[in-house]
């Protein structure tokens, strides 16, 4: 008798913690279904964009710049950026307006002695998309979007002495407003040679209104 309850005592205490950690009845209430990975709402297809943008040549010519770019999307990560054209209309900064005002004679020391910028350029590149991004905007409203990186190459035009090839690579962030519009916000590091000063570089930046021409699949894989 007395070792039945020995051993009742001992098999209440090895059950009892299995007892209070077990899972409760589903019909009590409703566990929260946790999803890690939801569709995406909004898709590329298509994109034909409008910017405008700053050029910063040098410390006495600044371009503002207006373009227009057409990418076609083959994968959700993946597109060709077929054209990306650029005109630029060139400011003079008040350092060079100053220096010409005191007579002083400047010279550069690449581009043959001129201070030489870039008048319009047209790129093609490949951009890769690796993140898809839901922002909360004011505490208010998502915003959904995407960050990307381009690379590719082109052709630039000085306004004086003639064309360079061109390499460029960035960052491009794009939010979306309604399926078929986005605003994309651009960052690129453009590169030519010159035969005096080596590699050059030239920073654009832009912000375009981009029109989705291809209809947006519901999943696009």
Not at 83 to 101: P, R
Request: hydrophobic fraction near 40%; glycine fraction near 6%.
């Amino acid at each position: 008798m007395k070792n039945n309850i020995v051993i009742f005592i001992l098999m209440t205490i090895i059950l009892i913690p299995f007892y209070i950690n077990a899972k409760p009845p589903s019909k009590f209430y409703e566990l929260p279904k946790v999803v890690a990975v939801q569709n995406r709402p909004y898709y590329s297809s298509r994109d034909l964009s409008f910017s405008v943008g700053w050029l910063p040549s040098d410390a006495f010519n600044k371009g503002i710049t207006f373009g227009t770019s057409y990418t076609h999307h083959y994968k959700d990560y993946l597109a060709w950026e077929i054209i990306n054209v650029n005109y630029s209309i060139n400011s003079e900064t008040s350092l060079k307006k100053e220096m010409e005002n005191l007579n002083i004679d400047i010279t550069n020391e690449g581009f043959d002695g001129a201070l030489d910028y870039i008048q319009a350029y047209a790129t093609t590149s490949f951009i890769y998309t690796p993140f898809y991004n839901k922002s909360l905007l004011f505490n208010d409203k998502i915003i959904h979007g995407n960050t990307s990186f381009v690379i590719g190459g082109g052709l630039a035009s000085f306004k004086s002495t003639g064309s360079r090839l061109l390499l460029s690579g960035g960052l491009i962030l794009r939010f979306f407003t309604k399926k078929n519009r986005s605003w994309k916000f651009d960052f690129r590091n453009n590169i030519y040679y010159e035969k005096t000063l080596g590699a050059v570089y030239a920073l654009s930046l832009s912000v375009a209104y981009s029109f989705e021409l291809g209809d947006n699949p519901v999943n696009k894989h």
